[in-house]
C-alpha cells in the first residue's frame, strides 16, 4: 500500500513540476504584456506631462499590473527616493535584476535594461522614439513567445507526468 502512496505522490510531484515550468511560460507572457503597458503610459506622461521620473513611477504604482513588474516599478520609485547619486540607468538595471532574474530570458531581460537607456537622451522627442523602438521590441518578443507558448506549456506538463510515470515503474 505504502508503495502506491509513494507512486502516486512521486507521480503528482513530476506533474506540478512541469505545471511549474508552465506557469513560468504563462508569468513571462504576463510580464512582457505589462511592460508593454508600462513604457507607453511612461511615454504618455513624458510626452504630455511636465512630471519628473520620480513622479512618473508614483502614478505607476496605481496601474493594475502583475507583482514582477509592480515590484519592478516601486524599487524605480524607491531608488530615486534616495538622496544617492546612481544615475537611472544603474537603477532601472538593478530593478530589472532584482525583479526578473531567472523569470524572463536572456533576450527579454536585455530589451528591459535597454528601455533603462532613457536617461542618455537629453530632448524629448529622442527619449519618446527610444520608447516606442523598446517598445516595438517588446512587441516583437511577445508574438515570439506567444506563438511558442502554447506547445511549450504542454510539453512541460507531459514531460512531468512522463517523468512521474517512469520513476513510478523504476522504483516499484
Known amino acids: 500500500m ?4 509513494g507512486g502516486i505522490l512521486i507521480l503528482s510531484g513530476c506533474f506540478m513540476y512541469g505545471l511549474s515550468y508552465s506557469q513560468r511560460l504563462k508569468n513571462r507572457i504576463t510580464i512582457l504584456k505589462d511592460m508593454v ?6 511615454n504618455n ?3 504630455y506631462s511636465l512630471i ?9 504604482g496605481d496601474f ?10 516601486g524599487y524605480i520609485y524607491e531608488a530615486l527616493n534616495k538622496s544617492d547619486i546612481d544615475t537611472f540607468a544603474l537603477i532601472w538595471n538593478e530593478a530589472a535584476d532584482k525583479a526578473f532574474a531567472g523569470i524572463l530570458g536572456k533576450r527579454q531581460l536585455e530589451i528591459i535594461k535597454e528601455a533603462g537607456s532613457i536617461s542618455t537622451f537629453i530632448d524629448k522627442d529622442s527619449q519618446l522614439k527610444h ?5 516595438c521590441e517588446f512587441n516583437e518578443e511577445l508574438d515570439v513567445v506567444k506563438t511558442n ?17 517512469i520513476l513510478v515503474i523504476v522504483l516499484i
Open 149 to 165: 507558448a502554447a506547445g511549450k506549456m504542454k510539453a512541460y506538463i507531459v514531460t512531468g507526468i512522463s517523468a512521474g510515470l
Open 37 to 42: 503597458r508600462m513604457l507607453s503610459v511612461m
Open 52 to 60: 519628473d521620473m520620480t513622479q512618473i513611477f508614483e502614478r505607476l
Open 64 to 73: 493594475d499590473m502583475c507583482s514582477y513588474v509592480r515590484d519592478f516599478t
Open 131 to 135: 520608447i516606442q523602438s523598446v517598445v
Open 2 to 5: 505504502s508503495g502506491y502512496i
Open 45 to 47: 506622461h513624458i510626452g
